[in-house]
């Protein structure tokens, strides 16, 4: 946020107030003398001591934490040796030898970070302000570009993996020559912050520093009014600067190389591991000033505006693209007590400018990525602090055995040899000749067990770093045990899983950057620019944002007004590590050879997504042109949109003639049985009259009553529930029918519904004339008993096996009602 950092690399010449992003407080004659500066008043007092305190408290509880981080980081570079072990070995003729194991993992994880790409997406609020979303996605790529985003947030990453946390910082400039937004890398030596924050986003965090060694004459040009503050700070350097106060002014007296790690140089340097060296050039002196920065949230008195786009956003003064907006859309400003987001930058002896930021999104310009964080204390650790000591050790016992191996052991007797000296060194060499005197003997030893046994737990070392840190021969490329493609990739996918902490939280790191970034294209981006994106093929396209264009009344009217309204910043889902991604593809690419053409390239399409092919997305776009699947992610044109209406109509008017045709066949069906049945009746009806008029018993015409009554009532339940299965299956079909979707084979979909319901209208029609037919049958046995010998037993008119009783209320012969039109099974 405060950008004094970005005024040094300019020379000097921004102006403090803008580039800093606060205004200094304005002279107040009531607190003195009128000429006095008002950043020496006794309130201005009070804010440095408060700030100091937290400056010198927080360095005082990560102190040891970030030693701890300064050493992961030379354990990396291959310094891994204290002082004072290295000089015994070199005090026996062995060179301090590194097996650095630590770093291929260190660099495997920021080797996946770099070719596994992060997408991401700006949305839109409403439905008007899709096409601004647009190109507000197009004006943050471009200034991403210009920026070198990636490498920044590389580099940030690479420190997270190292030391525990890298450092991304994000903010405004006033120089002429540049774009006026920067995005840059921060090193995290520069860096403190509230420990007692939780939050990986610092949401919960209270207060971050960063500091910067500066020449003296810069200072005095970033801050000509505070030239009496500045040279009261700084002081006659030695040597060159590193860029942190943890490498000066402290290493007057160390020999080459040496280490100090004792509770001593901690208590003098907070944090520290301090080097000397030697340079051919003569010692150059310097004046140079340490310039503090602080950002911190301070309850205060804030502007929020309420209603309109912005809705909820911190108003200041100098921030016009907001007042214009809150005019031309009715919004209000509204006056409440809340944690506002403060910029300092001073000295450690006084205030050199204060006030409140006048960045919108009311968040610290620096933005975290984290590895690991302590439970107990929440303060960072990279992957190399879990590692750190089983390397030491591995080193250690790398010397020892081969110490171990170039070292003889001799067992003489007294008198052996007349000169002990020549016999040693005849012992060390291999083709040594040693002469004992006459009965005497000289035996030499060489204790190659013990240098085996040191080189066996070198190697359970080396292993125990791989299972610590989850990175495998496999996900490394080296030859293991494992033949086969299935073997190593499960090997690999299960290290990408152990690693998963660390790119997750690069993934919020993104995510509260792009918001940040976000919000200060919104407020700052206000001039007339075109903006240059190059795809992946090569080609460049141009957007133009803020063009005014002149209307017909004499108004101006702003072509991709990208400060008119507020969007969301999105990262993508996919956001996978490389080895995860690499398996899904070959996954889904697998699939898509055993499934049919037309699915197949739909699967082909989500593969091709998790590729690493730079034009993957013209990929997917040109098979998705020919298999006429839309984009869901595309926003349709009006042509598009006037075709996707056409196409839903058209499968709306495909779906009701289906039903149509479904329901007159299941009606078709029916009339055709209730015809059968009305034929059964009708032969019923005329044998009970024969039978009424024949001059048999009166129990045989009873039972042939009976008889005729249950076949009737029969034929009555046959058509009730053809009717009710019919209905069902119309059913069935019509909700099928109404299930397709509208990227689906419309007419391939219903045809085969049809047939399927026909199928089924068959087998129940089948089923009814089966039970028709034996009604039949039966009517035809009591017409022959009637016709053939007028009188039939009681026991001849059983009903056959298989057919419904049905109970006979009386003997009252009359017809069952049958509907001359069969009632709709569709209704």
């Known amino acids: 946020m405060a950008n004094f950092t970005e005024a040094y690399a300019n020379g000097g010449g921004a102006s403090a ?21 008002p950043l020496d008043n006794e309130q201005s007092r009070t804010e440095l001591n408060i700030l100091l305190n937290w400056f010198y408290w927080e360095k005082e509880m990560q102190a040891v934490n970030r030693m701890e981080m300064a050493m992961d980081a030379d354990f990396y570079d291959g310094m891994q040796w204290l002082a004072d072990d290295a000089q015994t070995l070199r005090s026996r003729g062995q060179m301090p030898l590194v097996y650095n194991e630590i770093a291929p993992v ?72 540049k774009d006026i937004l920067y995005s840059k890398y921060e090193d995290w030596r520069n860096v403190l912050w509230d420990s007692r924050s939780n939050e990986l986003d610092l949401q919960d965090a209270r207060y971050v520093f960063r500091w910067r060694w500066v020449d003296l004459d810069v200072a005095l040009a970033m801050f000509p009014d505070r030239e009496d503050a500045i040279r009261e700070a700084a002081y006659a350097a030695p040597r060159m600067s590193m860029g942190s106060d943890e490498y000066e002014d402290t290493t007057d007296g160390l020999q080459t190389g040496q280490l100090m790690t004792t509770t001593s140089s901690l208590d003098e340097r907070a944090g520290v591991i301090f080097a000397a060296g030697s340079a051919p050039m003569g010692t150059t002196r310097r004046q140079r000033v340490r310039l503090i920065e602080c950002q911190y949230l301070k309850a205060a008195k804030t502007q929020i505006v309420q209603g309109g786009p912005f809705h909820g956003s911190f108003y200041h003064p100098s921030d016009t693209t907001l007042t214009d907006s809150i005019n031309a859309t009715g919004a209000t400003i509204i006056d409440k007590v809340m944690m506002r987001m403060h910029v300092a930058v001073m000295t450690e002896n006084r205030m050199l400018g204060y006030g409140p930021s006048r960045f919108r999104h009311n968040r610290f310009g620096l933005t975290p990525v984290w590895c690991y964080r302590r439970g107990r204390d929440h303060l960072p650790y990279g ?49 040594g000749m040693i002469i004992t005197n006459s009965g005497k003997t000289v035996t030499i030893r060489r204790d190659t067990d013990a240098a085996s046994g040191q080189i066996n737990m070198m190697t359970l070392a080396a292993q125990a770093i791989q299972r610590h840190s989850g990175v495998s021969d496999e996900n490394l490329g080296r030859q293991t045990n494992a033949n086969s493609g299935v073997a190593i990739q499960a090997r690999q996918m299960a290290g990408s899983v152990v690693t998963t902490e660390p790119f997750d939280n690069l993934r919020l790191a993104i995510q509260v950057q792009g918001e940040k970034l976000l919000s200060l294209v919104e407020q700052f981006y206000t001039d007339a620019k ?32 990208i400060t008119a309204t507020a969007a969301d910043f999105v990262v993508s889902e996919q956001d996978y590590a490389g080895t995860i991604r690499q398996v899904m593809f070959t996954t889904l690419s697998e699939m898509a050879t055993r499934l049919p053409p037309e699915i197949a390239l739909r699967v082909l399409t989500m593969a091709i997504s998790y590729s690493d092919l730079p034009n993957k997305d013209d990929m997917v776009r040109e098979i998705r042109q020919m ?19 056409q196409a839903q109509q058209q499968q709306q008017a495909q779906q009701a003639q289906a039903m149509q045709m479904q329901q007159h ?64 299956t119309t059913a069935e079909a019509n909700n099928k029918t109404m299930q397709i979707t509208s990227d689906a084979n419309t007419k391939l979909e219903i045809a085969k519904i049809a047939a399927d319901a026909q199928i089924r209208v068959a087998e129940i029609t089948r ?16 017409e022959a008993s009637v016709t053939g010998r007028g009188n039939v037993p009681a026991a001849d008119l059983k009903q056959p096996p298989g057919a419904v009783p049905v109970p006979v209320q009386g003997t009252v012969a009359h017809e069952p009602a049958t509907p001359s039109t069969p009632p709709n099974p569709g209704a």
């Open 383 to 431: 992957m190399i602090r879990r590692l750190r000591d089983i390397q030491e050790d591995m080193n250690k016992r790398a010397s020892k055995a081969l110490f171990l191996l170039n070292t003889n052991q001799i067992i003489a007797e007294k008198g052996a040899v007349d000169d002990l000296n020549m016999l040693r060194d005849e012992a060390d060499r291999p083709d």
């Open 17 to 37: 107030d803008y580039t800093l992003g606060f205004a200094p407080p304005e002279n107040d004659n009531s607190l003195g003398d009128s000429k006095a500066n």
């Open 665 to 728: 066949a299941a009606v078709l069906a029916l009339q055709e049985q209730t015809a059968k049945v009305r034929e059964v009746n009708a032969k019923a009806a005329q044998l009970e009259a024969q039978t009424q008029g024949a001059n048999g018993g009166a129990g045989n015409t009873q039972a042939f009553q009976d008889q005729i009554m249950q076949i009737r009532a029969q034929a009555s339940q046959e058509i009730e529930s053809l009717q009710a299965k019919l209905q069902q």
């Open 106 to 177: 260190v660099d495997w994880l920021i080797g996946t970070q770099r070719r596994a790409s992060v997408d991401w997406d700006v949305l839109p609020r409403n439905e008007q302000d899709v096409q601004t979303a647009d190109i507000k996605t197009k004006v943050l790529k471009y200034v991403a570009d210009i920026n070198k985003i990636d490498f920044s947030r590389s580099r940030a990453f690479a420190d997270a993996i190292k030391v525990g946390v890298g450092w991304i910082d994000d903010g405004v400039r006033e120089d002429p020559t």
């Open 627 to 645: 298999t006429g699947a839309p984009d869901p992610s595309a926003q349709l044109t009006p042509e598009e949109q006037q075709q996707q209406q």
């Open 767 to 782: 089923a009814s004339d089966t039970s028709l037919a034996a009604m039949a049958q039966r009517i035809k046995v009591l």
């Open 530 to 561: 075109v903006v240059r994106l190059t795809g992946t093929t090569g080609g460049i396209e141009w957007t133009h944002v803020n063009s005014p264009e002149i209307q017909a009344d004499g108004s101006i009217r702003y072509i991709n007004d």
